[in-house]
């Protein structure tokens, strides 16, 4: 019933920017907190920034000051505005939502399909 659709990843060097955004999509539901996560090759998954819906943030330490978390609640969107790129940051990065439906009280994870990542030294 909902889709997370990412976009914005892409190859870049060492120092550039990127912004990634993701938009869910369908009928019938809300949204509380929002968030990316990242993933590289032979590591496991790490939080890397989350959103509340009152604006409130949380980052991963080795992001803070470099990357911003921000959402339109209009648009059911999060972006993720990543600055000062490093190589370690290459990953593909899924963006993933709380989500409940209306008329219910339990909320779900859903994750985006991720979007590739890549900082060249």
């Known amino acids: 019933q909902v889709q997370l659709v990412e976009s914005g990843g892409g190859l870049v060097q060492a120092g550039g920017s990127l912004r990634l955004s993701c938009a869910a999509s369908?009928?019938?539901?809300?949204?509380?907190?929002m968030g990316w996560y990242r993933q590289a090759p032979g590591k496991q998954r790490e939080l890397v920034a989350r959103?509340?819906?009152?604006?409130?943030?949380n980052y991963e330490d080795s992001v803070k000051g470099r990357f911003t978390i921000s959402r339109d609640n209009a648009k059911n969107t999060v972006y993720l505005q990543m600055n000062s790129l490093k190589p370690e940051d290459t990953a593909v990065y899924y963006c993933?939502?709380?989500?409940?439906?209306?008329?219910?009280?339990?909320?779900?994870?859903?994750w985006g399909q991720g979007t590739q990542v890549t900082v060249s030294s």
């Open positions: 993933n939502a709380q989500i409940r439906f209306l008329g219910g009280w339990t909320f779900y994870t859903y």
């Open positions: 369908g009928s019938d539901f809300g949204i509380n907190a």
């Open positions: 959103i509340i819906p009152d604006g409130s943030t």
